[in-house]
Every structure is written in C-alpha cells, then in structure tokens.
C-alpha cells in the first residue's frame, strides 16, 4: 500500500492555457474523489468514479473541468482555458466501497497557481 | 445550508493542556462522520471516524470524538496536547444520502509552549 499520489505537485500556468493532473489512488479502491481547496477553506467536492464511472458531479465543475478514470484505475482532471480562479490545491482521494463507513484517503495534492 | 459547521476558526491551548474542538452536522439521516488533520504541506490525515456503532470513538495520537445525536454535535478531544498537534483540524459528514462528502471550514490548533 503506496497511497494516494498525485502528479504534479506543483503547477504554474498562464491564463487560458489547458493543465492536466494526474491520480493514482490506492490500488485496492475501487472509488476515486477529486477536491479543490483555497486557501482558508475546507476541501470543496467536485466529482466522484466508482470504477470507470464517473457517478456524481459537484456544481462547482464547469465546462471547462473534465475528469476521467478510463480504465478504473487512476484519473485525470484537466481544466481547460484556465483563470485566475482556478488557482487552488487540487486534491485527490479514494476508498473502498464498504457501505457508507468507508474513509477517504487523500494524496497530496497539486497546487495550482494560474497567472 | 450548512451540513457541517466547525464553531471556533481558531483555538489556541497550551502544551499539556485539554483540547477541544467543535462540530455540529445537519442531517436528517444517519449521518457518518470523521475528523482529519492536514499539517502543513502536508496531506490529509483520518483521525478518527463514526459510523452508527460506539458513539464514543477513539482515534490516532490520542484524540477521541463523541456522537451526541440530541445535539447534533461530533466535539474532537484530547486530554493533553502536544506540541506536534499543531495543525489543521477538519470536520467531515456523509450524510448518509449520497456520496458526498461536506467539509467544515478548518480549525487551526495552535500549541503554545
């Protein structure tokens, strides 16, 4: 058991321009999470994949965010035409499904800083 | 509205001294709860969860949490606290009708010597 990890850990863009992160979950979860968290403020839902599907979808997730778990394994987020309020730690979890008790593990994250 | 609340953005104690941190949920379901720390720079860490079985629930490095339904309230304790608490406490429901999970909006601990 490696844990959650996440690629990159850090990332700078310009405006406009398209990111793409990376999550490797827990190879034994079969549910995967990505947040988004700014500073001061508790980590924010945005989707959620029970293997390769991707079950529910936060507001918060606009056209220009899409993620995917093709092969049920690990995931990307790409956010396209970035903005400034795009900057944020982008954070990754996953769990097991075992009823409703089941935690979250979370990997690191990526910060994002749009300029 | 709010399904979860953390009452004190800040709490200060010092070292050896009690440590409480609050929370209060927004359920009309069985709701399971958890509290996770975030150091700095570093990732989230369960610290303890609930989930319907002992509504005392014991967690890592001696915190421990108490289910109180009447009071909607998820209370993070620690009888003595330590310098290495110092970090970002975050309160967490599942409501128990989805997948979602709600975060609070943090406490910071800080340890003073």
């Known amino acids: 058991d490696t844990g959650v990890s996440q690629d990159p850990r850090h990332k700078i863009t310009k405006r406009g321009q398209n990111v793409t992160f990376r999550c490797d979950p827990i190879?034994?979860?079969?549910?995967l999470y990505w947040y988004r968290q700014t500073l001061g403020q508790g980590p924010e839902f945005l989707t959620y994949?029970?293997?390769?599907?991707?079950?529910?979808k936060s507001r918060l997730l606009s056209d220009r965010f899409s993620a995917e778990r093709p092969k049920g394994s690990f995931s990307t987020l790409e956010i396209q035409r970035t903005e400034q309020g795009d900057s944020a730690m982008y954070l990754c979890?996953?769990?097991?499904?075992?009823?409703?008790?089941?935690?979250?593990?979370f990997g690191p994250g990526t910060r994002l800083t749009v300029t | 509205a709010q399904s979860v609340t953390q009452l004190d953005s800040h709490v200060s104690v010092s070292e050896g001294t009690p440590v409480l941190l609050r929370c209060n949920y927004s359920?009309?379901?069985?709701?399971?709860l958890f509290w996770y720390v975030q150091h700095p720079n570093k990732g989230l860490q369960l610290l303890l969860k609930?989930?319907?079985?002992?509504?005392l629930v014991k967690g890592i490095n001696g915190f421990e949490a108490e289910f109180k339904k009447s009071e909607t309230s998820f209370h993070l304790t620690k009888p003595s606290a330590h310098m290495s608490d110092a970090a970002e406490y975050f309160c967490?429901?599942?409501?128990?009708?989805?997948?979602?999970?709600?975060f609070g909006t943090g406490t910071s601990l800080t340890v003073i010597p």
């Open positions: 979890a996953s769990s097991r499904t075992t009823g409703s008790s089941y935690e979250q593990y």
């Open positions: 190879s034994e979860h079969n549910r």
């Open positions: 994949f029970q293997n390769e599907a991707q079950l529910e």
């Open positions: 359920s009309s379901y069985s709701p399971s």
């Open positions: 609930y989930t319907s079985a002992a509504t």
């Open positions: 967490v429901v599942n409501l128990g009708t989805g997948n979602q999970f709600y």
